[in-house]
């Protein structure tokens, strides 16, 4: 069946402007996570949601940064007032079991 | 905190080498650790996983054994093809935990 899909897969935007990230899990996973990879590092956990509740926000690195699944499937990152230190691949992970199954990413650059 | 340590590259090799990417971790309890691939331009892919000491997990060639009094999940393959010319991720997750620690990556590059 498909994986999970990410759109847009690279966003530049300017310094102080809105984004939004938009993730689309395996059908049926109930728990999704968001995390943030800076260039040459390793995936950093954002939040996490099982079905539509935001059990975990805590690594959301500022409140610019909001996240939301209203219908437990699709789910949306937003980044307000963008900045450069946002510029990073934003990853999404449906779940199954003790495996995270990965999105080919969103690349995203402030300007 | 949790926390995982791999070996920096990049790791250069010719094809049919053997290969060992080190990773160590520092976990309470009994973590499950992973490792994924990253190739260029692609997600995150799970290539293996193990999820209690002494499990060999094992996919494609490659092999990690979960070793619980060294805290090590080091990645090994017996000869290396081009095409495994990617990034290497080791991952743990706590178990009382749900999301993935990362190590840093160490990319790989297999010559002809």
């Known amino acids: 069946g498909a994986g999970v899909s990410q759109s847009p897969r690279y966003k530049v935007a300017k310094r102080g402007q809105d984004v939004a990230l938009r993730c689309d899990p395996i059908?049926?996973?109930?728990?999704l996570f968001w995390y943030q990879q800076a260039l040459g590092q390793g995936p950093e956990f954002l939040t996490y949601?099982?079905?539509?509740?935001?059990?975990?926000k805590s690594g959301l690195p500022s409140d610019r940064f909001f996240a939301e699944r209203p219908e437990g499937s699709v789910s949306t990152l937003k980044i307000q007032r963008t900045q450069q230190e946002d510029s990073a691949v934003y990853l999404c992970?449906?779940?199954?079991?003790?495996?995270?199954?990965f999105g080919p990413g969103t690349r995203l650059t402030v300007l | 905190g949790d926390s995982v340590t791999q070996m920096e590259g990049p790791v250069t090799l010719s094809e049919e080498a053997f290969l060992t990417i080190n990773c160590t971790y520092t976990?309470?309890?009994?973590?499950?650790l992973f490792w994924y691939v990253q190739y260029p331009g692609e997600g995150l892919q799970l290539l293996l996983k193990?999820?209690?000491?002494?499990d060999k997990g094992s996919n494609k060639g490659f092999e990690a054994t979960y070793r619980k009094e060294t805290t090590s999940f080091h990645l090994e393959k017996g000869s290396v093809q081009v095409s495994d010319s990617a990034v290497y991720f080791c991952?743990?997750?706590?178990?009382?935990?749900?999301?993935?620690?990362f190590g840093s990556g160490t990319r790989l590059l297999v010559r002809p």
């Open positions: 059908s049926g996973h109930v728990s």
């Open positions: 976990a309470t309890g009994y973590p499950s």
């Open positions: 193990a999820t209690k000491a002494d």
């Open positions: 991952a743990l997750r706590g178990d009382s935990s749900y999301k993935l620690i």
């Open positions: 949601f099982q079905n539509e509740a935001q059990l975990d």
């Open positions: 992970a449906s779940v199954s079991g003790p495996t995270q199954y």
